[in-house]
Structures are given as C-alpha cells and as structure tokens.
C-alpha cells in the first residue's frame, strides 16, 4: 500500500509538480495538525465543585488551567462521575439536589431535587441508577439515570455521607457517620438486607481493585478501617493521624493517598506493608482528593485556601497550586 501511493506520487510530480508540492504541504499541514489534536486530547480533566462559589470548575491537566466554570446550586460539594464518564452528577448541599451535566458539551441536563443537604453521589456500574445521600435527611435517593427522575427515597441511618455499589451493581452500602454503621441496601427491593458496624464521621470508602476489602476512613478514632466486603468484619486497620478524610488508591493497587485534614497534610501509604511511608504538608484543610488515570497525579482539595493542589504521586511534592473558587471540596479526574 505505501509504495503504491509513493508511486502514484512520483507519477504526479512528473506531470504537475506545482500540484505534487501543494499535496504534499497539504498532507504536512493535515500530518501536524493531527498530531496536535492528538496531543490535546491526551490531557485528562479535573472537576472541582466548590461550596461557595456554588459551581463546579473544569482544570485541564496538561495545562493546569480552569477551562469552565459552571454555576450548579449552593454548596456544590462532591463530583462524581458515571462509569463511561460521559455524565457528571454534583450535589448540591445547600440546594438538596445534584446537577447532572453532559462532560462532553458541558451542558446542564437537569437539576433534581432529593433531600436535605444532598452531600454525594454513587453511579451503578452500568450507569443507570444514581444514588443520592443526604446527610441532612439521614436517607438516600434513587435516580433513573435516563429520565433523571427520582425513583424512591429511603431512609438509612443518621448522616447518610456516601455510598458505593456492589460489583454487581445488585446492592448499595451507604455510610451513615453519625450512627457509625453501614447499610447494606437491596437495590431492587429498596430494602436493608444488614447493617454493619462502620465509622464516626466517616467520610470516605473505597474498594480495593479487586474488591478484596473496602478502606473505610474513621477520622474520629484517627484510623482507617479495612472491612470483609462480604461480611463487614474489619480485618485490620491503620493509625493515620490529624482527621483522616478524602482516600484514593493508586491504580496498580500498591499505594493509598490519604488526606489528613486537621494536619493540613496528606499520608502516602504502602497497601502491603499497611504503612505511612510519607506524608507531605499541603495546606490548610486538605479535603477530597482524585488521582489521574496513570497513577502519577494526586489532586487535593484544601478547603481553607480555596485551592486545589496538583501532588506528584511519587514524592508528595506540589507542582502547583491553582486558584478555585470558594471553599473547595469535591475533586474527580477523567481521561
């Protein structure tokens, strides 16, 4: 095939060279200008919702640079994303509802409200039903994804914080921080089929990536917690001082980021040896957190300073600070 076209090429020039050059520009102009575009593209994006400034900003990672800003409702404070990334889903504490945007158009789909003080958001694997918690009502809110319409609200436990859907995406566990238990709920049914024991305050919980254990942070015993995912049991637990608070682990699974937010600092953990190897100063109040697809970025919330922080996963060093917008509290990474 490629000699064919140099042929066709060298059978050009030698009846209109003027034509073969302007091809060839052409082609140069079409090869570059490709390759930029492919440049562009690799760069990921950073949501950041801030409570404040009542919108949730979009910082383009190859360049650091918040590219759009978009009003959402009062106390705009988790993002979260649906498994194609295609949908992003804000709660809205001050609202008691989540604005879902399209992430390719940066459009605003709808506005639907929950409950009091709409606090986060889980997207089952498939991507059809989101599920609200609000801390506020001390219940949860279904959503049909499709219709963005509520499907039935329910009550868990007091302060209802976050949630996470099974594998399957037959089962919901939510977290409730102020009975510190964890409701497992049949989402077919609307019903808890059994409560675990959980956290105080707990703010965040996370699969490992085979789902061999969900790390639960515990910030009011200053610990992280390492349950059964089938049973709830807690198989062991870390001690990780100054509020334990946002948690991501890395995508090979070796290392978990944990922000400690009464340090103002965040703890690089070893997943095997289940220990702190590092922590770094970050800035005041170090909330949620977000790792880049790769494994090398860690994004932090520091709330007090209205910045987010862009981290090298490696060393825990700052590459920069970039201005956001009021009280910064949500952060999400997507390719």
Not at 64 to 86: E, L, R
Request: with cysteine; aromatic share 6%.
């Amino acid at each position: 095939m490629h000699r064919d076209k140099i042929n066709i090429i060298n059978l050009v020039e030698k009846k209109n060279p003027s034509l073969t050059r302007f091809a060839v520009s052409l082609f140069t102009v079409f090869l570059f200008s490709g390759a930029l575009a492919v440049k562009e593209s690799i760069a990921g994006e950073v949501w950041v919702a801030n409570m404040k400034g009542a919108n949730v900003q979009i910082i383009d990672t190859g360049s650091n640079q918040v590219v759009k800003t978009i009003a959402t409702g009062a106390g705009a404070h988790n993002v979260t994303f649906s498994p194609d990334s295609k949908l992003a889903f804000i709660a809205n504490l001050g609202t008691g509802s989540i604005t879902i945007i399209d992430t390719m158009s940066k459009e605003i789909l709808a506005d639907v409200k929950t409950d009091t003080k709409a606090h986060d958001v889980a997207v089952s694997p498939d991507g059809k039903i989101a599920v609200v918690c609000n801390v506020g009502a001390g219940n949860v809110t279904f959503i049909d994804v499709a219709t963005k319409k509520t499907l039935h609200t329910m009550a868990t436990g007091k302060k209802a914080i976050t949630a996470i859907f099974s594998p399957e995406g037959d089962k919901v566990y939510v977290v409730n921080a102020g009975d510190a238990t964890i409701s497992v709920v049949d989402v077919k049914t609307y019903e808890i089929s059994t409560t675990w024991t959980g956290a105080k305050g707990a703010m965040a919980i996370k699969p490992t990536g085979d789902w061999g254990q969900l790390w639960l942070t515990a910030p009011a015993e200053n610990k992280l917690l390492l349950l059964n995912p089938k049973t709830g049991a807690v198989e062991a637990s870390i001690d990780v001082p100054g509020e334990p608070h946002g948690l991501v682990h890395s995508p090979d699974g070796k290392t978990v980021y944990v922000g400690q937010r009464e340090l103002g600092q965040i703890a690089m953990i070893d997943t095997a040896s289940r220990k702190i190897v590092k922590t770094a100063a970050i800035g005041k109040r170090t909330d949620m957190m977000a790792i880049s697809s790769d494994g090398k970025t860690v994004y932090v919330a520091v709330r007090d300073e209205n910045k987010l922080a862009v981290v090298s996963a490696a060393d825990l060093s700052v590459t920069i600070m970039i201005d956001a917008d009021g009280e910064t509290h949500g952060v999400a990474y997507r390719d």
